[in-house]
């Protein structure tokens, strides 16, 4: 991403687009920016909204309202200079098994202007198929054949590269060697769009993202920035209640609870936990209290919370991987 401190390129735009079918709002008024050379990530249960966003991100259908740019083009009004900066992929990869890699890119180029024999093989290498590109794709294996779609999603040098759940069915080899390959691309400047029900994968692969809930964007930002919103701090002591006190009295301290489970099994052995909600910088000055009041202090344990958490706190529990 841009680290000079100027303001961000913008490569997507999706500003109030709203999807009614049969007098049904799927989607209600979402808005959201991808910046030049992130990963975007797009998390939402199955059923949220996802597919059909990005059906009206690349044109194949048409928001109710709203407006959708990509590098300045609008989707609708500008469809040949807007679709010339993206590549895509929804759902699975559209691929002639009876042919080889190589055969595919030949056919997809064709299709478009100044692909020439040089460009297939740099994207080849780009997806890193050297050894396989003229074999059967029939041969493939679902991860190859998944780096063989996004080989064929950038042949036409896009700006912004769309992915819906590229990791779907993969092992767990798979899915570390595309979201390696995913950050590899994001790293060479490309923008990419991830969609995905997976909240660890987008928790270790993202830059920032947006949540999806019932057609509805309930957050976006930053990955680390959403997760450091629901920290807590767990305090192991003796006597607990004296401890409790002095927690709840303190400026530094937002919310206190004991939930006994939050800390580790070794800590509960010890003394009482206590949870408190505050800033992690506060803890050195919190604990020299504690101790001043004679207090014993056996553990104290950051507990940042994941993107699951987080989903979950959001959505009231709605269901997702």
């Known amino acids: 991403m841009n680290g000079s401190g100027a303001a961000p390129t913008t490569v997507l735009s999706v500003k109030n687009v709203k999807k009614k079918i049969k007098n049904k709002e799927i989607i209600k008024g979402i808005s959201f920016d991808v910046y030049a050379g992130e990963i975007f990530g797009f998390l939402g249960p199955n059923g949220s909204g996802k597919t059909t966003t990005i059906r009206m991100l690349v044109d ?12 300045g083009f609008d989707v609708h009004k500008q469809h040949d200079q807007a679709m010339r900066q993206v590549g895509c992929i929804v759902e699975n990869p559209e691929l002639y098994s009876y042919l080889t890699g190589w055969e595919n890119l030949e056919h997809f180029a064709r299709m ?26 029939r041969t493939y294996s679902l991860g190859m054949r998944q780096r063989l779609g996004i080989a064929q999603a950038l042949l036409g040098r896009p700006s912004l590269l769309i992915l ?43 830059d920032r993202v947006a949540i999806i809930s019932h057609g509805e964007v309930i957050q976006v930002g930053a990955v680390q920035d959403l997760i ?14 004296q401890a409790e006190g002095l927690l709840l009295a303190s400026p530094l301290v937002h919310a206190v609870e004991q939930v006994e489970q939050e800390a580790s099994a070794h800590a509960r052995t010890l003394g009482k936990p206590i949870v408190t909600q505050m800033d992690q910088e506060h803890v050195p000055a919190l604990s020299r209290q504690l101790m001043e009041a004679g207090i014993s202090l056996f553990a104290v344990e950051i507990k940042n919370p994941t993107l699951e958490d987080l989903f979950l706190s959001l959505t009231e529990g709605e269901t997702i991987q």
């Open 60 to 71: 194949l259908i048409r928001p109710t309202e709203g407006s959708i740019q990509i590098c």
């Open 228 to 241: 450091a919103q629901g920290g807590k701090v767990i305090w192991t002591v003796s006597p607990a209640e």
């Open 112 to 137: 478009l202007p100044d692909v020439d024999q040089q460009r297939i093989q740099e994207v080849v290498e780009i997806v890193s198929m050297d050894q396989r590109i003229h074999d059967k794709v």
């Open 164 to 206: 819906d759940e590229p990791t779907n069915g993969l092992d767990p080899q798979g899915i570390k060697e595309m979201r390696e390959f995913i950050q590899r691309l994001a790293a060479d400047g490309l923008s990419l769009f991830v969609s995905s029900h997976l909240l660890s994968e987008i928790q270790q692969m993202c």
